[in-house]
């Protein structure tokens, strides 16, 4: 049977294990579509990523092939580019837009717009740089899918068996936890009330069953004083019936007795009126009836329910219809409005009005105006008052007055006193917009009323509606006075019932605030819990402190730091806490600052000196802050040992002075390595360095050394800057050393090739096999420029590593460029060429090299690199000056452009002349 109930989902379990299947099967679904969303967005994303270094790698190398026109080359560029597993297709696009190369499946589009990617191949000449076509590349996701099927599989099965598990899992737990349990429980409370009560189920386990077993002996409890207390409510309210009869009784004997009173009163008038009038005299009271009993003499204007004593009969239908009568009879249109502006009853409104004057911005504003203008006419007591409206028609007006107040007025208008002026309103119409035969038309309507005649109706209506006033004013005391009655017999028969429901809600208020008072509680104790964890489990100590200097509150964590207790220390005062000798200070004591008004420690952090239990002194952080109790400032100090900061922020110092020493000895040391003055000077007829590292030491180096017959004047830039770079240039430095000894005088290109073999090797980046396999090897190198200077032949012969060597004769300038490749790098062919330039030496030129650090070097407003453009400008603008001149000219210019950017690499230039 719990079997079947079970799968039809009847019992307890089926329903839990159908809710968490279901709930669990949505979350894990959603989950594992979120994370394989998540896996394809990442896998696209770096698919993205590798199509973009692709094209920026192979741009690169096309475009020489581009320039030089060489298919062959573009092709085996595409080609070996084609084997990556992502690869769809490229292209090569000359600048006219004609397809050079294309590898791959081009017909078919990409998948996505992000798969293809357009390169522009740019290539710079000595006009500037120009864009000679692009490279188009496109990659297909397949990879992905295939992935992506494969994790659906494997996450399918996860899914499949976390199902199984949990359906097994809440299936014997369910029944075994709270099936069992229930059953017990249920065959307990099916027991006689009577029994549970005496005898209520105990359940010793303390679980949700227990609370809920203790919940129900509650209710039961509760149940059985409810029962109680309503038997008990049952007798009272009786009791109160009881009361309430014969207090109606009474209420209703006393009106009785005032009934029969006043009955007695009216028959001694009566009687009394027929004496006199028997007599001959005149009769001293009005005569009486027994409808007069308990009217009050209400004032003229009383109301029932607050509306005005005209509304109460002139919305009868009757009274309506008898105004409408008139109207139609006289042909006039009509209304009665209040003072308050409510229209109480109208008639016969002309449509020249309601289709027209009414519904247009123009004439319904001079309609206002008309009602305005016949108002206050009235109101300054005229008994009619006549207007001609700007709109043409006719209005006239007069007051309602009874027992000699104004209740309302009564409007006639919408009439004409002689026969319509066609030019007037055919005017009108085409000032306002009006269909112009319709308006005449509507016109035509408006009854033509003779003026002697206005007073006579304006004075039927007046007197129509004084008179209905009237009526309705006696009519309202007739209500008022019934009403007064009925209060009357009403609160004596309400007194009782009125007197408990006053101690009903007097008890329930009670009861409210009680429960109110008890939630409060409730809320101030939880947030006393909640303040005394937090001071308790604080990292740093906290003390609060009176206005007397003495300690109130030593929280856990301010007797570890301390040493005291906190009975200890309480009652005490923090200067104990704290050494005098190094509180003083200039603004005087931490005790004194504690309790002046001029306090200048309250709100500040500080640091100062804390003394130990056992007279140890240390460091720590201090922040007070200042709050009043009452007429009593008190003062929470929030502290921590700052011992273990101080010793690791000492020995930060002096590891980074024993840093820094040593970084200022080895640019000591680099600096020995360059070129002494003496030796430039006696070489060149004029020259200058420029040479600032970024940090103390730099990547920059040049040399001046003799060869041959000759001078070589040289300058690198090795990979990196600051340290690294400065082991570069010593690695430079011992190649350059040792290649001059190996190399012909004169043979600069072929020092170079030696340097690059030399570095190569140093740096175990000259066979293959060493860095393949390994992604942390090496890869450094230097870009060089070298310039043998001929004395004698009077020529300069430059080869250059990336490197270039600028010229400048009769303000030109002229840059002759080296190798396309630096030196040192690996994937550098061993037994690299690099190519020599002669030129003619002659006192009129001038000679310079610069590293990339002042090309690169960003500023300006667009925060743009200097660029060699501004560069070989500034040359050509200083190159007559003397060379010490031109330094301070190029610093200067640097300086500017440079602005408020840092310095992003070492500048290195050189300048020279050779000897005349």
């Excluded at 027994?290 to 029932?304: G, I, K, M, N, R």
């Excluded at 309507?445 to 003779?450: L, M, R, S, T």
């Excluded at 900061?645 to 640019?667: F, G, H, N």
């Amino acid at each position: 049977m719990g079997t079947v109930s079970f799968l039809q989902g009847r019992s307890l379990s089926g329903k839990l294990l159908r809710i968490l299947l279901s709930l669990t099967t949505v979350a894990v679904l959603a989950l594992f579509l979120v994370l394989e969303l998540d896996f394809y967005r990442g896998e696209r994303a770096r698919l993205v990523e590798s199509l973009a270094r692709l094209v920026n790698v192979q741009g690169a190398a096309v475009v020489d092939a581009v320039w030089e026109f060489d298919l062959e080359r573009m092709r085996a560029l595409l080609v070996e580019q084609s084997r990556l597993s992502f690869f769809q297709a490229a292209e090569v696009i000359g600048k006219g837009g004609e397809i050079l190369v294309s590898v791959g499946d081009t017909a078919t589009p990409p998948r996505s717009p992000d798969f293809r990617l357009e390169y522009p191949l740019r290539h710079q000449s000595a006009s500037g740089m120009m864009i000679i076509g692009k490279l188009v590349v496109t990659v297909h996701d397949d990879g992905i899918r295939a992935v992506m099927i494969q994790h659906l599989k494997v996450n399918g099965a996860i899914l499949l068996t976390l199902l199984v598990a949990l359906a097994a899992g809440t299936l014997v737990g369910v029944r075994i936890v709270i099936g069992r349990p229930l059953e017990e429980f249920r065959g307990a409370i099916e027991r006689p009330m009577e029994v549970q009560i005496e005898t209520p189920l105990q359940w010793s386990r303390d679980d949700e069953l227990g609370k809920v077993l203790g919940a129900y002996n509650v209710m039961l409890e509760a149940r059985n004083q409810a029962e109680i207390a309503t038997r008990q409510r049952e007798a009272e309210l009786r009791e109160a019936a009881r009361i309430a009869q014969e207090a109606n009784a009474e209420s209703a004997r006393f009106n009785r007795l005032a009934i029969g009173r006043e009955m007695r009163i009216i028959e001694l008038k009566n009687h009394l009126n027929d004496l006199a009038k028997s007599a001959g005299q005149p009769l001293p009271f009005d005569r009486l009836q027994a409808d007069d009993l308990s009217f009050a003499d209400t004032p003229a204007t009383e109301d029932v329910g607050g509306k005005n004593p005209l509304e109460l009969l002139l919305g009868t239908t009757d009274v309506q219809s008898l105004f409408k009568n008139f109207c139609n009879a006289v042909g006039v249109a009509s209304a009665i409005i209040d003072l308050e502006g409510k229209v109480l009853v109208a008639a016969r409104w002309q449509r020249a009005c309601t289709d027209f004057h009414r519904v247009n911005e123009v004439t319904c504003t001079r309609c206002i105006e008309s009602d305005t203008h016949l108002s206050s006419r009235l109101q300054e007591g005229q008994n009619y008052t006549i207007y001609r409206c700007r709109n043409g028609l006719t209005d006239a007006a007069s007051p309602i007055m009874v027992n000699g107040q104004h209740l309302a007025n009564v409007f006639i208008g919408q009439f004409l006193v002689a026969p319509p002026d066609t030019a007037f309103f055919a005017t009108q119409a085409r000032e306002v917009g009006f269909n112009e035969v319709d308006y005449l038309a509507a016109i035509a309507e408006a009854p033509v009323i003779a003026e002697e005649k206005l007073p006579s109706i304006l004075s039927f209506l007046s007197h129509f509606s004084n008179l209905l006033a009237t009526l309705s004013m006696e009519r309202n005391r007739t209500a008022t006075a019934q009403i007064s009655l009925r209060q009357g017999t009403l609160a004596a028969l309400n007194l009782a019932e009125d007197t408990e429901l006053a101690r009903k809600e007097l008890s329930a208020y009670k009861d409210q605030l009680e429960e109110m008072v008890a939630e409060r509680t409730q809320e101030l104790r939880a947030s006393e819990e909640r303040m005394r964890s937090i001071i308790e489990n604080a990292a740093d100590g906290i003390v609060v402190i009176g206005s007397d200097g003495t300690v109130q509150s030593f929280s856990p964590a301010a007797e570890r730091i301390f040493g005291y207790s906190a009975n200890e220390i309480i009652g005490r005062n923090v200067c104990e806490l704290m050494p005098h000798s190094t509180i003083n200070g200039p603004d005087g004591t931490i005790c004194h600052d504690l309790t002046s008004r001029d306090s200048h420690i309250i709100g500040t952090n500080r640091e100062t000196i804390g003394r130990h239990k056992d007279g140890r002194e240390f460091p720590m952080d201090l922040a007070v802050g200042e709050a009043t109790l009452g007429d009593e400032r008190i003062f929470t100090g929030i502290l921590r040992d700052i011992s273990e900061r101080i010793k690791i922020q000492t020995e930060r110092d002096k590891a980074m002075e024993l840093i820094s020493s040593s970084i200022q000895y080895a640019s000591r040391i680099q600096r020995s390595v360059l070129p002494s003055s003496r030796a430039m000077e006696r070489t060149f007829a004029d020259y200058f360095v420029l040479w600032e590292p970024r940090d103390v030491v730099g990547g920059d180096m040049y040399w001046c050394h003799s060869w041959g017959n000759g001078v070589l004047m040289a300058m690198g830039d090795c990979t990196g800057h600051g340290v690294p770079g400065a082991f570069m240039t010593l690695i430079a430095n011992g190649a350059l050393e040792q290649s001059l000894l190996e190399t012909r005088p004169g043979d600069q290109a072929t020092l170079i090739q030696r340097m690059h073999q030399l570095i190569q090797f140093s740096l175990g980046q000259d066979q293959e096999e060493k860095w393949t396999n390994q992604g942390d090897a090496s890869d450094d190198g230097l870009e060089v420029g070298v310039c043998f200077i001929n004395i004698r032949q009077k020529k300069v012969t430059f080869s250059g590593a990336r490197f270039s060597l600028f010229v400048a004769e009769a303000g030109t300038i002229r840059e002759i460029k080296g190798d396309k490749t630096g030196i040192g790098y690996r994937g550098i062919d061993r037994d690299r060429d690099f190519t020599s330039h002669e030129i003619e030496l002659n006192p009129e030129k001038r000679f310079y090299m610069t590293s990339d650090g002042i090309l690169d070097q960003v500023g300006g407003d667009k925060g743009l690199g200097f660029g060699k453009r501004r560069f070989t400008q500034l040359l050509a603008d200083v190159w007559e000056m003397p060379m010490a001149q031109q330094k301070e000219q190029i610093q200067q210019a640097l300086t500017d452009y440079q602005g408020n950017q840092g310095r992003r690499d070492d500048v290195s230039v050189i300048g020279f002349q050779g000897q005349s």
